[in-house]
């Protein structure tokens, strides 16, 4: 998310269809350059043909689909009377309405049995996030199913004056295609496990309501009983290596009522390997030592086979062909790769540095330094970069990933605005992301921003910036979902909100947004609220169990592992040296000076000790090779003042400013509290505050403000560039490319996708491709089973 070089007003570089959008739905015409001369094609409802699969909700789309015709549709409903309504009136694939004691409601009807019509609730516009700006007749489909009686039909909707070619799922939110509602692949994740045999592990709600899901192996089931071994998890501090998927199977049974098993979800166990803690591993998978796998039972044959057949179908799954737009130093492009769900091939920022730094972990990519939109131009045209870069052409882009400056949005920018987002050039750049998509229609798009993204208005419409994306990509073929999610929740050791939006393809599977899988100290996970065009506010379901399954990762987890050093006391207020500096350095903590203009710390060192933990260990891993030395732990250069107010906080969490004026330090003329300053030491983000090594980062800014919460929790100085690094699940194998003062790499960090969410987002992307197979699968076989019958 690196802003541009220039701050200057610019016009946007945008594709035609999206600045129809721009200027139909949010009434914005200026501002932006259109770079293509294609005329606008807004997509119409689904091509009958375009509708596969069996199923009554399949069958039902094509005969409603088979009735419409290429006729302009205008811009309003129009209904017929039903005369008489019965079973004799009424046909699968008709679009009805149906009259409550004291409502209406709509239906695609999917059956007719005796006495009942069965059908699939079917919403306006004004039902969803985007009701301000569809079409006014514009309906979806939904999940809720509906029996009714026949003479409570009023009228039938005529098939030509609407369009129809989503599915609305309101508990994501999510607009579906078409084929995935008529597949059944839109429905909730389950909350309970229905099957399950012996030899399986599975998920178990917690004994002592803690944190953690237990897991547990079934071993007898019994007409009212149901044996299980549970797997104990490794203390939190155990003395010897901390492996988060390690489990000890107990000495005995475990006898469970049938009546109250509530498995939440199977998970795997197998032995301990070496790629324990691989950035690949599954979520719910886990290991038990070779020595204590005698206590478990064979696992069920048929779920063994089942997990086999996924695993040999994810590995014979090619990556995707990904392009990173506004890349930055490459967070989001490595997660997703490391995932295993694609490989970045393209990328592009403005800034120099960034640039450079992703190339250096990404030598094979096509990296271009440059405005986003001039690239965009340039692509269009069939051009190639001044350096001789050739852009992608359609085809060759699978996923397209992008992090849009965010400073307009953003809450920590006190300059952002909530109310007229279109003022801050930067903020539309979202609309270049669009026409990237537009161009090279990639299967996927990921795209991710602050929190406050989705506050914006646009056009004077609430959550503007969110309906412009949904409503863009809507046009362009695109199913979409969006939410909100908790960094800390998906293995970072860091708190970072922030709001994702994944997008499939017609006649892809969407993929759902990762659900938490990692305890945020007892957090339960983060809701996205949209209101409907009734002022009815919603929340996304499924978000609000604190339960996870993998522990969190703390400071300390994070960044134990690496040299220790303090910055050196210049003295200059009071004078020394003191009782802790000379005891720290007899403990052979190095006491550095800080130099005006000089890096402090470590270029290149050994680490303190090897790797501690799973996280540390996959910071070191390249390849299957552990790093040996750790490089740029260093900290930039700061003012003597500055300096002797932050070695002078006391070795304690969360110890503050105030810990200047206590006995332990005694030095309350650190504090200055002259009248220039006042405004500084009242304001909740000056601080010079001191992390909990127990607990988690806070956010990281592009800078490492001495004032802020950025002091190491057990070392006299601020964070180094590699313990930021760390907090954003950089590996050690990155180097940022960077000025003298290192201050170009903690902004590229600042502004980095978080690794462990990146690799969540690109597991979901793996999960709705293993969907797609298997729906493909399935269609293949009924489609063999219906050739042998006729």
Not at 326 to 353: F, N, P, Q
Not at 573 to 593: F, K, M, S, W
Not at 736 to 761: E, K
Request: charged share 25%.
């Amino acid at each position: 998310m690196t802003p541009g070089t220039s701050c200057e007003r610019k016009l946007i570089k945008t594709t035609r269809s999206v600045a129809a959008v721009l200027s139909s739905d949010f009434g914005i015409r200026s501002g932006f350059e259109v770079v293509d001369h294609s005329p606008t094609q807004f997509r119409p409802s689904s091509p009958r043909s375009a509708i596969v699969g069996s199923t009554p909700e399949a069958n039902a789309l094509r005969c409603f689909l088979g009735q419409q015709t290429h006729e302009d549709r205008g811009r309003h409903i129009r209904v017929h009377a039903v005369p008489n309504p019965s079973l004799s009136t009424v046909r699968v694939g008709d679009l009805v309405e149906a009259r409550y004691v004291s409502s209406q409601r709509y239906l695609l009807v999917l059956s007719l049995s005796l006495r009942t019509i069965c059908g699939a609730e079917v919403v306006l516009r004004t039902k969803t996030l985007l009701h301000d700006v569809a079409a006014e007749n514009e309906v979806f489909l939904t999940q809720t199913k509906i029996a009714i009686n026949p003479s409570i039909v009023t009228r039938r909707i005529e098939p030509n004056s609407v369009v129809l070619r989503y599915a609305w799922d309101e508990r994501r939110p999510a607009f579906v295609g078409l084929n995935q509602w008529a597949a059944h692949s839109i429905d909730s994740e389950a909350e309970k496990l229905e099957v399950y045999h012996e030899g399986d592990f599975v998920l178990l709600p917690p004994q002592d309501d803690g944190p953690l899901l237990d897991i547990a192996q079934v071993h007898r089931i019994r007409k009212t009983d149901v044996y299980v071994r549970h797997l104990k998890r490794q203390p939190s501090r155990a003395a010897e290596f901390k492996h988060d998927r390690l489990l000890m199977p107990a000495d005995e049974l475990t006898r469970i009522e049938r009546a109250s098993f509530e498995p939440i979800a199977l998970c795997q166990v197998s032995l301990l390997t070496a790629s324990a803690s691989s950035w690949y591993t599954d979520t719910t998978k886990f290991f038990v030592p070779e020595e204590k796998s005698g206590l478990l039972r064979p696992t069920c044959l048929q779920c063994t086979n089942a997990h086999r057949k996924e695993r040999q179908q994810r590995h014979g799954t090619p990556p995707l062909t990904a392009l990173e737009l506004m890349c930055g130093a490459g967070g989001l492009s490595i997660g997703l790769d490391l995932s295993g769900a694609c490989e970045t091939k393209y990328a592009l920022d403005a800034d120099a540095d960034s640039t450079k730094t992703f190339h250096a972990h990404h030598p094979t990519a096509k990296v271009y330094c440059g405005d986003a939109g001039d690239a965009l131009q340039l692509a269009v045209s069939g051009q190639h970069s001044a350096d001789g870069i050739v852009f992608p052409r359609r085809g060759e882009v699978d996923l397209i990933a992008a992090g849009p400056p965010c400073q307009g949005f953003s809450r920590k920018n006190p300059m952002a605005s909530r109310e007229a987002a279109e003022r801050d050039p930067r903020n539309l750049l979202v609309c270049t992301v669009l026409g990237w998509v537009d161009h090279l229609r990639p299967k996927y798009l990921i795209l991710e921003n602050v929190e406050g993204f989705t506050s914006a208005k646009l056009g004077g419409h609430d959550q503007g910036m969110v309906k412009l994306v949904m409503s863009s990509l809507l046009q362009l073929g695109y199913g979409v979902t969006c939410g909100y999610v908790q960094a800390g929740a998906f293995g970072s050791p860091q708190s970072r909100k922030r709001f994702v939006l994944m997008a499939a393809r017609e006649g892809l599977t969407l993929p759902r947004l990762p659900r938490p899988s990692h305890d945020f100290l007892g957090q339960a996970g983060v809701r996205y609220y949209w209101s409907d065009g009734d002022g009815q506010s919603h929340a996304t379901e499924g978000s609000c169990r604190p339960t996870a399954v993998l522990p969190g990762i703390t400071v300390m987890d994070a960044i134990s592992d690496l040299p220790m050093f303090d910055w050196k006391d210049p003295h200059l207020i009071y004078a020394g040296p003191d009782t802790i500096e000379l005891e720290r350095e007899e403990q052979g903590i190095p006491q550095l000076e800080v130099v005006k203009g000089e890096p402090t710390g470590f270029a290149h060192v050994a680490y303190r000790s090897g790797p501690q933990n799973s996280y540390q260990e996959r910071m070191r891993v390249l390849e299957g090779q552990m790093t040996r030395c750790v490089t740029q732990h260093q900290t930039s250069d700061y003012g003597g003042h500055v300096v002797e107010r932050v070695v002078n906080v006391e070795l304690e969490p969360g110890a503050n400013y105030d810990s200047w004026s206590q006995p332990s330090v005694n030095k309350p003329a650190l504090l200055n509290r002259s009248q220039a300053h006042t405004d500084h030491w009242n304001d909740e983000h000056f601080k010079f505050e001191r992390l909990d090594g127990d607990r988690y980062f806070k956010t990281l800014m592009t800078t490492v403000p001495a004032q802020g919460s950025m002091l190491h929790p057990t070392q006299r100085r601020l964070l180094s560039v590699r313990e930021c690094a760390r907090a954003q699940g950089f590996p050690d194998w990155v180097d940022f490319h960077t000025d003298t003062n290192m201050r170009s790499a903690y902004r590229q960090i600042g502004n980095a996708v978080p690794i462990p969410l990146a690799n969540a987002l690109g597991k979901s992307l793996i999960a709705a491709r293993m969907t797609d197979s298997r729906l493909a699968e399935e269609l293949k076989a009924s489609r063999i089973v219906s050739i042998i019958i006729d």
